[in-house]
T-cell receptor, first 113, second 113 residues
Framework: DTAVSQTPKYLVTQMGNDKSIKCEQN?????MYWYKQDSKKFLKIMFS???????INETVPNRFSPKSPDKAHLNLHINSLELGDSAVYFC????????????FGPGTRLTVL | DQQVKQNSPSLSVQEGRISILNCDYT??????FLWYKKYPAEGPTFLIS?????DKNEDGRFTVFLNKSAKHLSLHIVPSQPGDSAVYFC????????????FGSGTQLTVLP
């Protein structure tokens, strides 16, 4: 009965490869997010989708492309991986957004070699 | 340009005593604030929030205080328990905006038995 799930939990890959991280929520929420936790431990918003529509797109390289096939899923595809992409990526969801509490997935630790 | 800062990366407290975690912000437009708790290899989980129209919100052992003039908030945990050992993230947001939260870098709390 996991609320927000992400796969894979760990991802190790070579520079230049293309990889995807999947996220699913079973809470019936309308809004989903991707965050990146960098080496300094800050959690930074990357994208936000509301009912499959992109509403936040921070200054993220266009090698990162989110895809929302339905409102329960928000996947993150990364092209041409670079060393600096190594981080922990968290997916989250909230009922409506704004002041609604965000529920986080367990994170995906991406290591680019 | 970090708009939310947690200047203490770590804090150790004896079991049964009070834990005080601090957070400062620079954007005076923020009007709601949250604390999240994170255990290793898990995503952050929501702990407590406060709106800018209040200066205190209490939930069991957890109390959040907001000082708008100082742009400062704090989380008090009384009494502290070993299970409270985790990383605590402060986050701030703008209600009515594009559903975006800005996070601090976290404080590792260790409660010693």
């Amino acid at each position: 009965d996991t609320a927000v799930s992400q796969t894979p939990k760990y991802l190790v890959t070579q520079m230049g490869n293309d990889k995807s991280i999947k996220c699913e929520q079973n809470l019936g929420h309308d809004t989903m997010y991707w965050y990146k936790q960098d080496s300094k431990k800050f959690l930074k918003i990357m994208f936000s989708y509301n009912n499959k529509e992109l509403i936040i797109n921070e200054t993220v390289p266009n090698r990162f492309s989110p895809k929302s096939p339905d409102k329960a899923h928000l996947n993150l595809h990364i092209n041409s991986l670079e060393l600096g992409d190594s981080a922990v990526y968290f997916c989250a969801s909230s009922l409506r957004g704004n002041t609604d509490t965000q529920y986080f997935g367990p994170g995906t630790r991406l290591t680019v070699l | 340009d970090q708009q939310v800062k947690q200047n203490s990366p770590s804090l150790s407290v004896q079991e049964g005593r009070i834990s005080i975690l601090n957070c400062d912000y620079t954007n005076s437009m923020f009007d709601y604030f949250l604390w999240y708790k994170k255990y290793p290899a898990e995503g952050p989980t929501f702990l407590i929030s406060i709106s800018s129209i209040k200066d205190k919100n209490e939930d069991g052992r957890f109390t959040v205080f907001l000082n708008k003039s100082a742009k400062h908030l704090s989380l008090h945990i009384v009494p502290s328990q070993p299970g409270d050992s985790a990383v605590y993230f402060c986050a701030a947001g703008l209600s009515g905006s594009a559903r975006q939260l800005t996070f601090g870098s976290g404080t590792q709390l260790t409660v010693l038995p």
